[in-house]
């Protein structure tokens, strides 16, 4: 079965600090992957998303960014967190032919003090 | 613009009531239609969908929608609420050609009183 991984769960980071967040995926391939995030525990907003490596694509400019080092694991990082950047970080994936499906994993929420 | 509303921003039930938490949306063409539970502090979990044919689907821990082409409304009902029911739903809806985007209501606590 799928599992979808995200880490670290909890994350307490100081204003202008850099950022990494992992999301790994296991027991399927070639999954569309994806970057929410959901601030004051309400709405969802669609970060990223890729269809594959090096394919990604960026639904808000911020100072945000996203990688895909290998077809199973997505990164978003950020060169110098704002305040504005807490929040859950959701990753979530799809199988390819049923891309309307998604699977969210635990998320990770950021508090940037 | 396409977007999905979620007019409640809390829904009170009763244990043992029937509940509805309601859903519309603003989309081109006919669009897949989903709900997804949030429990506290952990991912979104997907309930049912609804993609073509009857109306009334089935999903996950008894719940169910009804898709309203007229309307433009896919409410999510269950016959008699649980205490363990209460969470965060979302409402979300994947319109034709977009790939695997969605668009996402804002929520809906759904409080379940013994």
């Known amino acids: 079965s799928q599992t979808i991984h995200q880490w670290p769960a909890t994350l307490v980071q100081p204003v202008g600090s850099p950022l990494s967040l992992e999301c790994t995926v296991e027991?399927?391939?070639?999954?569309?992957l994806y970057w929410y995030r959901q601030a004051a525990g309400r709405g969802l907003q669609l970060l990223f998303y890729s269809i594959g490596i090096d394919q990604i694509s960026s639904e808000v400019p911020q100072n945000l960014s996203a990688s895909r080092p290998q077809d199973r694991q997505f990164i978003l990082s950020s060169k110098k967190l704002l305040l504005s950047d807490s929040g859950f970080y959701l990753c979530?994936?799809?199988?390819?032919?049923?891309?309307?499906?998604?699977?969210f994993g635990p998320g990770t929420r950021l508090t940037v003090t | 613009a396409q977007s999905v509303a979620q007019p409640e921003d809390q829904v009170n039930v009763a244990e043992g009531n029937p509940l509805t938490v309601k859903c519309t949306y603003s989309v081109s063409g006919n669009p897949y239609l989903f709900w997804y539970v949030q429990y506290p502090n952990r991912g979104l979990q997907f309930l049912l969908k609804?993609?073509?044919?009857?109306?009334l689907v089935k999903g996950s821990y008894g719940f169910e929608a009804e898709f309203n082409k007229s309307q433009t409304s896919f409410h999510l009902k269950k016959p008699s609420a649980l205490v363990s029911d209460s969470a965060l739903y979302f409402c979300a809806v994947r319109p034709l050609g977009q790939g695997g985007k969605l668009i996402f209501g804002q929520g809906t606590e759904l409080s379940v009183k013994p």
């Open positions: 979530a994936w799809s199988s390819p032919d049923r891309s309307y499906e998604q699977y």
């Open positions: 609804y993609i073509t044919g009857d109306n």
């Open positions: 027991g399927t391939s070639n999954p569309n």
